[in-house]
């Protein structure tokens, strides 16, 4: 079948997708969107069921429509959530909320039409007219005459092979923390090595202790950096112009901490750039932006995405207790004997230190965004109707998220996400997704080849 429009993914970037293309197409158009993951549109992060996942953002700034702000906080007040605007809410209710919205969209009458199809584009058919085909991994196919990409990003692996341990020690290693039935099988006396040190470390800190977990916790990461927290009582945004910001990152950052030196709180500063981080990332040269992501990164993480302020609370009880070691170091290998044995160089040091542990937890975070994790994109790739980002962030994109190449018989595609990263950096956020989302959906709603053929670009 030929649709309309085809969206492939199955997170939040697919829902906010499929959600703004119900309100604005007729009942005339169709809508495929294709994913195997069993979780649609809640993803990884607002699939968890623990109370005190929390949302990294105020429930007030966590609608899924632009144009309706208390959206969220009006489904938290009918549901008997007492969590206000500037509160942060559970991921739990999130994931909960977005069902519900998708879910009261799906039934309204008339609307267009809308399949889920649940399976894993694998590659592209070129066999048709004024569309681009798909193929599955059940051998099925369908077409497409717009195409949005919200493939999103998993976990980072691990930054060592260690597929080289015996089965008893691999046992003992978790890939992925969001499967929270590791939990159940570490004993309250154990002793824990989490690799990463970022919000995802802060997570399971918690969901370790909510399982009664005692033993103690020891993190590596590169710099040893953790998640700053939110203000309880947040100061109004810095007035700070992006335009008038240097470009070259030296004298940016100079900047930035001039600022944040005068300011009454450093987060002012951060919270006046947020709405301007786009800006201010195209701005900067490519070789900046490079720059930005070797030397900076991990101190724009902890400053910018900040955690809500009794989640910080709790995890610095737990660290002042002593439960908690956090080292800064490089990763060098893992032993297994009766416990595993991981050896590090300390950042700054030549030695190499060693740590015994019981189990090694993966929380790395996401995996910047490319091509290497999926067929389709790979596919597509090979035939020239995207190409990847310069700096591995995604794929290119125009800044109406449309990617330059199409192909031959006209067909637009899009991508939504991550995917979107080199040329707009931050787009993982909901707050940003949400604009996304619906500048592509009111591009493809104006387009009009749907009755006459035509193509207004």
Same mark, same amino acid.
């Given at each position: 079948m030929v649709y309309d429009v085809v969206i492939v993914g199955a997170g939040f970037s697919a829902i906010a997708s499929v959600c703004n293309l119900?309100?604005?197409?007729?009942?005339?158009?169709?809508? !495929?969107?294709?994913?195997?993951?069993?979780?649609?549109?809640?993803?990884?992060?607002?699939?968890? *069921?623990?109370?005190?996942?929390?949302?990294?953002?105020?429930? &007030?700034?966590?609608?899924?429509? !632009? =144009?309706?702000?208390?959206?969220?906080?009006?489904? /938290?007040?009918?549901?008997?959530?007492?969590?206000?605007?500037?509160?942060?809410?559970?991921?739990q209710d999130y994931g909960l909320y977005v069902r519900d919205s998708l879910a009261g969209l799906l039934r309204r009458k008339p609307r267009c039409r809308v399949d889920f199809i649940k399976a894993k584009a694998t590659g592209c058919l070129g066999r048709y007219n004024a569309a681009l085909g798909f193929l599955f991994?059940?051998?099925?196919?369908?077409?497409?005459?717009?195409?949005?990409? +919200?493939?999103?990003?998993?976990s980072a692996k691990l930054p060592i092979d260690l597929s080289g341990l015996p089965a008893l020690g691999a046992s003992h290693v978790v890939d992925n923390p969001w499967r929270l039935s590791w #939990?159940?099988?570490?004993?309250? *006396?154990?002793?824990?090595?989490? /690799?990463?040190? &970022?919000?995802?470390?802060?997570?399971?800190? /918690?969901a370790l202790h909510a399982h009664g977990f005692k033993g103690h916790i020891d993190?590596?990461?590169r710099r040893g950096l953790a998640p700053l927290s939110h203000a309880r !009582?947040?100061?109004?945004?810095?007035? /700070?112009?992006?335009?008038?910001?240097?470009?070259?990152?030296?004298? #940016?950052?100079?900047?930035?901490?001039?600022?944040?030196? +005068?300011?009454?709180?450093?987060?002012?500063?951060?919270?006046?750039?947020?709405?301007?981080?786009?800006?201010?990332?195209?701005r900067l040269p490519l070789s900046e932006r490079s720059r930005f992501l070797r030397h900076a990164l991990p101190w724009w993480n902890i400053h910018r995405h900040r955690v809500a302020p009794d989640v910080f609370e709790r995890f610095?009880?737990?660290?002042?207790?002593?439960?908690?070691?956090?080292?800064?170091g490089y990763l060098l290998?893992?032993?297994?004997?009766?416990? #595993?044995?991981?050896?590090?160089?300390?950042?700054?040091?030549? =030695?190499?230190?060693?740590?015994?542990?019981?189990?090694?937890?993966?929380?790395?975070?996401? *995996?910047?965004a490319g091509m290497a994790h999926s067929p389709l994109l790979r596919a597509m790739q090979h035939q020239g109707l995207?190409?990847?980002?310069? #700096?591995?962030?995604?794929?290119?994109?125009?800044p109406r998220s449309r990617i330059p190449k199409t192909s031959e018989n006209g067909v637009s595609i899009y991508a939504v996400g991550a995917l979107t990263a080199g040329q707009f950096w931050e787009i993982t956020a909901v707050p940003d997704l949400r604009v996304q989302a619906r500048k592509v959906a009111e591009a493809i709603a104006k387009r009009r080849w749907a009755k006459s053929g035509q193509d207004d670009g």
């Open positions: 119900i309100e604005l197409l007729p009942a005339s158009f169709s809508v !495929a969107v294709v994913g195997d993951d069993p979780g649609f549109g809640r993803g990884t992060a607002y699939r968890t *069921e623990l109370y005190l996942h929390r949302l990294n953002v105020p429930a &007030g700034r966590m609608s899924l429509f !632009a =144009d309706r702000p208390d959206a969220f906080v009006d489904w /938290l007040a009918e549901h008997k959530r007492p969590v206000g605007a500037g509160d942060f809410a559970s991921r991994d059940n051998g099925n196919e369908i077409a497409g005459r717009n195409i949005v990409l +919200c493939l999103g990003v998993g #939990l159940g099988r570490v004993a309250s *006396e154990d002793s824990v090595c989490i /690799l990463g040190s &970022g919000l995802t470390m802060i997570d399971q800190v /918690l993190v590596i990461s !009582a947040p100061k109004p945004p810095a007035e /700070l112009d992006v335009a008038t910001l240097p470009t070259r990152l030296s004298e #940016l950052m100079g900047t930035l901490r001039r600022e944040s030196r +005068c300011a009454d709180d450093w987060r002012s500063i951060m919270d006046s750039l947020r709405p301007q981080t786009q800006t201010l990332w195209q610095e009880e737990i660290t002042r207790s002593g439960q908690i070691a956090l080292h800064a290998n893992v032993e297994a004997g009766d416990r #595993l044995t991981l050896c590090y160089r300390a950042r700054g040091r030549r =030695d190499v230190l060693s740590i015994q542990t019981d189990w090694i937890v993966n929380c790395t975070g996401m *995996e910047r995207i190409e990847a980002d310069p #700096l591995g962030l995604g794929i290119i994109v125009d």
